[in-house]
């Protein structure tokens, strides 16, 4: 597996102009199975980025409790019986272009009733999200909150997370967000726990997401539709440390080279 894993390294760093040109793509062209081979060797980035700072600083690795943190069970969500939520939604944000913004809805979802689109969407099970599952954990053990605060995934965070991390008071960060929104997000349980945390972040957040769907509704229906964020980043985000070759698992140190028309490897460390 680590012999794998560096060949795709070798492919993604050392010898990707060659492996376009051998397959004949341009920049533009990128099959499904590149994007695996790439996720594949920025693994090996994150070893690399890892060894290099347990290298610099083993007191960050010195001291690590490892604590199996128990999901808990999905939780069934429907609609409530009104005869119209999306309209009494859209009043309530957008009050007077109310019927304009529908109109906008049916023709960017494609679809001529918005009503049962959202029903068929919102039978749902609701899932507490890792990042969601460690700010419980922390909350109800705060003597192990740790003092470096990054949640290290694989995955970025999804929106709602991101979102919910950031008016939290554990101040917890992730590297990256990927944008998405989930139907299925399921808020964290909030049972008495003795301390300070109470349901605050949540009641922020649903203040923030109900401003921003008031402005979406309003500028983002009639916008071009973004392309999607890729959910996983399996490398170490917002540094370069890692693209720089310190011979882990291959028999010859390979050397990046990169200038600022070649944006590859940063769009990759994103």
């Not at 010898?15 to 693994?43: C, F, M, N, V």
């Not at 997000?185 to 009641?203: A, E, N, Q």
């Amino acid at each position: 597996m680590a012999k794998l894993i560096d060949w795709a390294s070798q492919a993604r760093w050392r010898y990707s102009e060659q492996l376009q040109s051998l397959l004949g793509l341009d920049r533009t062209q990128k099959p499904p199975w590149l994007d695996r081979l790439h996720k594949i060797a920025r693994y090996h980035s994150a070893i690399k980025y890892m060894v290099r700072l347990a290298a610099k600083q083993p007191e960050v690795f010195a001291c690590i409790h490892i604590r199996e943190v128990e999901a808990p069970s999905s939780r069934s969500f429907s609609l409530p019986n009104e005869k119209a939520p999306v309209l009494a939604a859209v009043k309530n944000l957008v009050k007077e272009d109310s019927g304009t913004t529908m109109q906008q809805l049916e023709k960017h979802l494609s679809t001529q009733d918005v009503e049962a689109k959202l029903r068929k969407a919102c039978r749902l099970e609701l899932t507490l999200h890792a990042e969601m599952q460690i700010i419980v954990f922390y909350e109800g053990n705060p003597s192990l909150v740790p003092r470096m605060p990054f949640i290290g995934t694989s995955k970025k965070a999804c929106f709602l997370c991101h979102e919910y991390l950031l008016r939290h008071p554990l101040g917890l960060q992730v590297s990256a967000c990927h944008q998405k929104i989930y139907p299925s997000w399921m808020p964290p349980p909030y049972y008495p726990i003795p301390g300070r945390f109470k349901s605050t972040p949540f009641v922020k957040l649903s203040r923030h997401i109900e401003q921003l769907t008031k402005r979406e509704l309003k500028t983002a229906l009639t916008a071009p539709r973004r392309p999607k964020n890729l959910d996983s980043t399996a490398g170490p985000s917002l540094t370069i440390t890692a693209t720089t070759s310190i011979g882990l698992g291959s028999r010859q140190a390979a050397k990046v080279q990169f200038t600022p028309e070649d944006d590859s490897l940063s769009r990759d460390l994103e």
